[in-house]
């Protein structure tokens, strides 16, 4: 219960501080909340489903990407709101579609199987894309960057609430269920089927919208980008360095990879991939709980 | 004596840098992102490389002449993964925090799309260099130029025009997926069915393919006169080593992006002599005496040719800046307003901007002649006649 | 049919039979999907490119000093990491539930180590280019040497696998690791030698590429995930389905792009693996394993 005082006390003086931001003006520094916003939001959500139910996605862009091309066919002839829940709409329905067979394969199998999907979503749109004669697309008058912003943390902080609810829901009892042993589960009257979709789907919903958001940030849609495989690494990556055992983890993983991307990367790229590697084979190795499970352990000393 | 002869050499060297810190003026930082990492990071060392040796040039000649006064140059430089957003952050970082003087274009397409509203809104310009597409027209001109002949469009139309005057009448296109291949196929067919030039095969193909046997058996069956492939650079290795295998034979083979790579020829040789690829630029063309030293001093450097595309745009933009700071000085708005205005004399010959595009440098085609890149259309630029391709 | 698709079809099966034999032993023995098998293959590629550049040494030549390097590389990460920690078994375990993750870090430095030393700057060299000619097929020297090679250590090693005493073992290791330890099978032995082999299979494969493809740091993905469909195909850790799943592929892409159009081939590809993933996990020629 303390720490989950302090960490309401913690996210609220976050969230003030990042409301703040834009007032100040600087761009920069708005440009990287925006993007630690958004590893928020993707990290959270893919948390609900692989972190509870250890069913470890590897391909969770294709709903960013699925929302992103969303919004690319739809701006312009709607409202940019009706747009981005047109997104989110479409990745959760997605969701539901390919969830039933999906989520029916376990382990290695279903890791493998969520990164080949996500390659065949995009083949798939790039081919639907040359059918039309469209090669890449071109958004005009997006929003600025400030309300982007103040979007992008909205579904953070909409994606964090939802997952700190999840986990103290009974829906979330039976996610750990299921990740703990799915069969026992299923023996003694958990609904595994559903809730497995249930968090499937919910997980999809708000990387959706995130895609949208990210398609106006950049106004540009092009297949090879929206449908990046280095993202669904990323999510896996922050997810991991983070800790996922509890909400906090997807924020300190997101934190940590701003932080260390922006002191290393813009200057030294290869070195910062690299050490960025080595940071994530330690932390599988020797730090299972993530940065989160560190901290506990340190509040738990005091 | 060694160490006296040190101290000696030591004091001598201190007096040199004291002398040059009192003489020298405040450094011009110009400020640019590269796809370093990522999807596109082979691109980069041929950008970079000729970034690099503009600087190296400016700084030996004394400076960087800001409207008569000669400042050093440096660079300020980012990765941008290959990932527009990050460049997009990358630009407000150079503009805002790390306040750069001048700012050099990026690698690709997309990450160029992606900057045009920035820098409209930070007012401040930049001359792009390698992006590619009809789109670039529908960006509000104002603080971003293009100065790539390469526009899809004209690349159609142009192309048509030459085959049609090597008297070409049938043509197999073979085009990958992606956005550039498609937009010049796009042009491509109408102009080469208004020229009467019939097309035989029209296909497809993913960017991650392995194995063209299938097309290419496609192509012999119909014994076209040309072989137009819009490849990108892994593709279009494989259909060299291909068409050599299956014995392509018609006389006019184009190849479009990598040809002039220079790891292209390595790899491929003699077979791929007299190929056809789209670029505007060739050390041999004598009316543009900057040409062939550029090409030289890149070679002595680098240890390799420049590649006809990335790094010749790349050096251009940078000559354009060159020249509109030497007449503008640093100022935001005046700059913009020499780019839009002057005409640049650049490695590539006279260039001047009507609106965000290059008016001046025509849409060319290059031809591989006996291990050197020649300008073979319009005639107006050639270097070497076509030769039609004899075998592989 | 024609015998030129039979020959393009065998080449390209041949290569992709040889790059999954590397993975699908790493994995049968270790349980270890290894997401960076395809760097292996980008390093020996880049042996091949230096070693005829540097010091003029054919690629024939190359295979030795690729699988060597490559080879030797199984060989320190295994005795230097992974030993260690499949010896505690929380550690173990942890290592086997996030192998995909963790060899992702291992790709990522791997490539940008080499694109450190080498720049990112496209390779390429010519070897074997000349045509030639018979039965209906045009074939250069490149692709036969490829088709040759890759060939011969698919049979190669399953003969070691059904002959040699040592490749008993291993195969027990495979299919019962439990039990194999049991019976007296030295399964640390077994699985540092079978690490050994498939880094040095990667690294071969990479010398036969590097003739044929341009060679750049970031080249490798493609072979994994190429490997990737082929194991799933086969089912994992099913080394001889494996060897006939990368013929199958090689035969799938062939003449499915033959039958419909080259633009479909990777959502020929794509579809063919996510649903073999979904209907029959084990594999296509597999019998039903226990999924863990």
Same mark, same amino acid.
């Given at each position: 219960?303390?720490?989950?005082?302090? *960490?309401l006390v913690a996210g609220i003086v976050l969230l003030a501080a990042a409301l703040v931001l834009p007032l100040t003006g600087m761009d920069y520094l708005v440009g990287i909340a925006f993007n630690l916003a958004m590893w928020v939001a993707l990290t959270q959500s893919w948390s609900i489903l692989s972190a509870m139910t250890g069913y470890v996605s590897l391909g969770h862009v294709v709903f960013c990407g699925i929302g992103a091309y969303m919004v690319a066919l739809t701006t312009g002839s709607l409202p940019l709101a009706a747009s981005l829940g047109f997104a989110g709409l479409a990745a959760g329905v997605s969701a539901l579609v390919i969830g039933l067979p999906v989520l029916r394969v376990r382990g290695p199998y279903f890791v493998i199987l969520t990164f080949g999907l996500a390659e065949l979503v995009k083949n798939v749109i790039v081919q639907i894309e040359t059918g039309l004669g469209q090669f890449s697309r071109l958004i005009f008058d997006a929003p600025p960057l400030n309300s982007l912003y103040l979007v992008m943390l909205g579904l953070a902080v909409a994606v964090t609430v939802a997952a700190v609810f999840v986990r103290h829901s009974k829906l979330g009892r039976g996610l750990i269920a299921i990740r703990e042993n799915e069969e026992a589960a299923e023996a003694i009257g958990v609904p595994v089927?559903?809730?497995? &979709?249930?968090?499937?789907?919910?997980?999809?919903?708000? $990387?959706?919208?995130? @895609?949208?958001?990210?398609?106006?940030?950049?106004?540009? =849609?092009?297949?090879a980008q929206a449908f990046d495989p280095v993202i669904s690494f990323s999510i896996v990556t922050m997810a991991i360095v983070g800790g996922s055992g509890s909400a906090r983890g997807p924020i300190l993983g997101a934190f940590a990879f701003?932080?260390? %991307?922006?002191? &290393? +990367?813009?200057?030294? $790229?290869?070195?910062?991939?690299?050490?960025?590697?080595?940071?994530?084979?330690? !932390?599988?190795?020797?730090?299972?709980?993530?940065?989160?499970?560190?901290?506990?352990?340190?509040?738990?000393?005091q | 004596m060694r160490l006296l002869t040190k101290l000696?050499?030591?004091?001598?060297?201190?007096?040199?840098?004291?002398?040059? /810190?009192?003489?020298?003026?405040?450094?011009?930082?110009?400020?640019?992102?590269? %796809?370093?990492?990522?999807?596109?990071?082979?691109?980069?060392? %041929?950008?970079?490389?000729? !970034?690099?040796? +503009?600087?190296?040039? /400016?700084?030996?000649?004394? @400076?960087? #002449?800001?409207?008569?006064?000669?400042?050093?140059?440096?660079?300020?430089?980012?990765? #941008?993964?290959?990932?527009?957003?990050?460049?997009?952050?990358?630009?407000?970082? &150079?503009i805002a925090e790390d306040k750069v003087d001048l700012l050099a274009a990026p690698w690709s397409t997309p990450i160029h799309l992606a900057l045009a509203p920035i820098l409209s809104r930070h007012k401040f310009p930049m001359v792009g260099n390698t992006a590619a597409s009809v789109q670039l027209r529908e960006i509000a001109p104002g603080y971003i130029w293009f100065p790539t002949a390469v526009i899809p469009d004209r690349v159609g139309e142009e192309l048509a025009a030459f085959m049609k005057s090597k008297d070409i009448k049938s043509a197999a296109i073979l085009s990958n997926v992606l956005p550039l291949s498609q937009e010049i196929k796009s042009f491509l067919v109408p102009a080469l069915e208004k020229h009467g030039i019939s097309i035989s095969v029209n296909e497809n193909y993913p960017p991650d393919i392995k194995d063209m046997t299938t097309l290419l058996t496609q192509v012999n069956e119909t014994a076209p006169d040309?072989?137009?492939v819009l490849s990108y650079p892994a593709d279009s290795f494989l259909f060299a080593a291909q068409a050599k295998e299956l014995g392509i034979k018609a006389p006019f083979v184009l190849s479009l992006i990598g040809a002039t790579f220079g790891s292209y020829q390595q790899a491929l040789g003699e077979s791929v002599n007299n190929m056809v690829t789209v670029g505007h630029w060739s050390p041999n063309q004598a009316d543009w005496p900057k040409a062939k030293p550029f090409f030289e001093a890149y070679k002595a450097k680098y240890n390799e040719a420049p590649d006809a595309l990335d790094s010749v745009l790349a050096y251009m933009s940078l000559e354009i800046l060159e020249q509109a700071v030497a007449k503008a000085g640093l100022d935001k708005e005046k700059i913009r307003e020499a780019v839009s205005t002057m005409t640049f004399d650049t490695i590539n010959g006279p260039v001047k901007f009507e609106g965000v595009q290059n008016s001046v440098t025509p849409t060319s085609f290059l031809q591989i002649q006996d291990g050197s890149l020649e300008l073979v +259309?319009? *005639?107006?630029?050639?270097?070497?006649?076509?030769?039609?391709?004899?075998? +592989? | 049919m024609s015998a030129q698709l039979l020959f393009a079809a065998l080449v390209a099966g041949s290569l992709y039979a040889l790059v999954a034999l590397g993975l699908n032993l790493v994995y049968g023995t270790l349980r270890l999907l290894n997401i960076a098998h395809g760097d292996l293959v980008m390093i020996g590629a880049y042996v091949s490119f230096w070693m005829l550049s540097? =010091? @003029?040494?054919?690629?024939?030549? %190359?295979? !030795?000093?690729?699988?060597? &390097?490559? @080879?030797g590389f199984g060989w320190v990460i295994y005795v230097g990491m992974f030993r260690k920690l499949l010896a505690t078994p929380a550690l173990a375990q942890r290592l086997e539930a996030n192998s995909l993750i963790l060899f992702y870090g291992v790709s990522v430095i791997l490539q940008n180590c080499v694109a450190l030393a080498f720049t990112s700057t496209a390779r390429g060299y010519q070897y074997l280019n000349e045509v030639h000619k018979f039965a209906g097929i045009a074939a250069s020297g490149n692709r036969l040497m490829l088709f040759g090679v890759a060939l011969a250590l698919c049979l190669g090693m399953l003969l070691f696998l059904r002959f040699h005493l040592f490749g008993w073992s291993l195969r027990a290791v495979i299919e019962r690791r439990d039990a194999a330890a049991v019976v007296g099978v030295d399964v640390d032995r077994v699985q540092m030698v079978t690490i050994c082999i498939g880094f040095a299979i990667a690294g071969v494969a990479g010398v036969l590429v590097s003739m044929t493809e341009q060679i750049t740091p970031f080249m490798g993905f493609p072979f994994t995930i190429a490997a990737f469909v082929v194991i799933v195909l086969g089912g994992?850790?099913?080394? =001889?389905?494996?060897?006939?799943?990368?013929?199958?592929?090689? =035969?799938?892409?062939?003449f499915g792009v033959a039958l419909t159009s080259a633009t479909y081939r990777s959502i020929l590809i794509y579809g063919l693996f996510v649903g073999v993933l979904l209907l029959r996990p084990q594999g296509l020629f597999g019998k039903a394993i226990k999924i863990r």
């Open positions: 219960m303390k720490t989950l005082s302090i *960490d089927i559903r809730l497995k &979709l249930i968090a499937f789907v919910a997980a999809a919903i708000i $990387p959706g919208i995130v @895609g949208g958001v990210m398609l106006l940030r950049t106004s540009y =849609f092009e297949a701003v932080l260390l %991307s922006e002191l &290393l +990367w813009a200057r030294f $790229p290869q070195l910062y991939m690299i050490i960025l590697g080595i940071l994530l084979i330690l !932390f599988i190795l020797f730090v299972p709980r993530g940065l989160s499970g560190l901290l506990d352990r340190k509040e738990a000393r | 000696k050499s030591l004091v001598a060297a201190a007096a040199v840098v004291a002398a040059s /810190v009192a003489q020298a003026e405040e450094p011009v930082r110009i400020g640019y992102s590269m %796809s370093l990492t990522g999807l596109f990071a082979q691109a980069a060392p %041929s950008q970079v490389n000729a !970034f690099e040796l +503009w600087k190296d040039k /400016v700084n030996a000649a004394g @400076g960087l #002449d800001v409207a008569g006064t000669k400042r050093p140059v440096e660079f300020v430089t980012y990765d #941008d993964q290959s990932n527009p957003a990050n460049a997009v952050r990358i630009y407000e970082k &150079l040309a072989v137009i +259309w319009p *005639d107006s630029v050639k270097t070497k006649d076509f030769r039609p391709k004899t075998g +592989w | 540097l =010091f @003029g040494l054919p690629p024939v030549l %190359s295979i !030795f000093v690729a699988a060597a &390097l490559c @080879g994992l850790g099913n080394i =001889f389905a494996g060897i006939v799943a990368g013929f199958a592929l090689g =035969f799938i892409e062939t």
